[in-house]
């Protein structure tokens, strides 16, 4: 999800439901110890719950990270073990780690000792030709034995070489089962499904043996998908009833960005698929695409683009069953 669940998507995220666990986009340990530490950490209070999830091998500087995490507010570190990307493979990290168990073990537990907060991790169920189950839990023993506090597993296996990220996430079958056998196997370490839930009809019948779901690009396209989650996963009153109602709860925060500078572009490319499948949506996603971008663009961006939208807010309370999610139900 880099460059998708940052912190703008996040804010928005949270006026569809206040409670799922959302997770920031995957920020390297290089980043934070060389880069602008605070463009990588900053985030707004409304979020939490929020997790950091965090790219890299070495455990010292994986700890270090992990404390300005801590120290920001986060609520969760998370060590991704799971992207197959070439740019993330050339810095030894992401899904090859997969291939060295001990050190990611060694991560966990530096992790741990830095901070107070929960440290997971986010896999595969396996990389290349190290695809068997026998693998997958010998990898699960050593990042449990080190303390980790869940573990989330994207149920498809990685090619490293042949296929790329987008590949990566269609072309190798799901195993679900794997997931389920796993948690048998390991009945008291929590245990999050990752990969092809695209509705919260599955997202129920998983955390009947899970701990957790995780869905990321399916939200990120359609996100009204949140809207119903509070209800259906938390036994609380949604926050929202129409998707117009969360763009308007939305608005104060783009007036707050837009007057710190930020361009509205970088709020409003993570709106375009609010109204999905809706009469309009495509004159929605077209206005914002044409105009947001222009220098001094504004609020009436968004109140144009809407204006062109064609609903029923019965019709969209129907869709709060329809595919996309991208946050952890745990």
């Known amino acids: ?72 507010g986060y609520d969760e570190i998370n060590l991704n073990v799971g992207c197959p990307s070439d740019r993330v493979q050339n810095g030894r990290f992401g899904a090859c780690l997969m291939a060295e168990p001990a050190l990611v073990a060694d991560c966990v537990a530096a992790m741990k000792a830095a901070v107070a907060i929960p440290v997971t991790v986010k896999s595969r169920i396996g990389i290349d030709d190290r695809d068997s189950y026998e693998e997958l839990v010998a990898f699960t023993e050593q990042v449990a034995a080190a303390g980790c506090d869940a573990l989330i597993v994207h149920a498809r296996k990685a090619w490293l070489q042949g296929l790329s990220p987008r590949e990566n996430r269609e072309v190798p079958p799901l195993r679900w089962d794997w997931v389920l056998a796993l948690k048998q196997q390991f009945p008291t370490l929590p245990m999050v499904l990752n990969g092809g839930v695209t509705r919260l009809e599955q997202v129920e ?59 509205l572009a970088s709020m409003t490319r993570h709106l375009l698929g609010l109204f999905h499948a809706c009469p309009g949506a495509k004159a929605w996603r077209r206005t914002l695409s044409e105009q947001a971008h222009r220098p001094g663009a504004g609020i009436e961006v968004l109140t144009t683009a809407v204006s062109q939208v064609r609903s029923r807010a019965s019709g969209f309370a129907d869709r709060a069953s329809s595919p996309g999610w991208a946050a952890g139900a745990r």
């Not at 602008?36 to 719950?49: N, Q, T, V």
């Not at 308007?248 to 707050?256: C, D, G, K, S, T």
């Open 205 to 263: 019948q998983r955390l009947a043996s899970l701990d957790g779901v995780m869905i990321g690009r399916e939200a990120y396209q359609n996100p009204w998908l949140l809207a119903d989650a509070d209800r259906r996963l938390f036994g609380t009153a949604n926050p929202v009833s129409t998707p117009q109602q969360a763009l308007a709860a939305f608005l104060p925060y783009v007036e707050r960005q837009l007057a710190e500078g930020v361009p």
């Open 1 to 72: 999800m880099m460059d998708w669940t940052d912190r703008h998507f996040r804010y928005f995220a949270r006026r569809l439901s206040r409670h799922t666990l959302l997770y920031t986009e995957m920020v390297t340990t290089g980043a934070l110890i060389h880069g602008d530490r605070a463009r990588f950490l900053r985030y707004d209070p409304a979020e939490h719950p929020v997790a950091l999830q965090l790219g890299g091998s070495d455990p010292a500087e994986l700890a270090r990270c992990a404390r300005m995490g801590a120290d920001w």
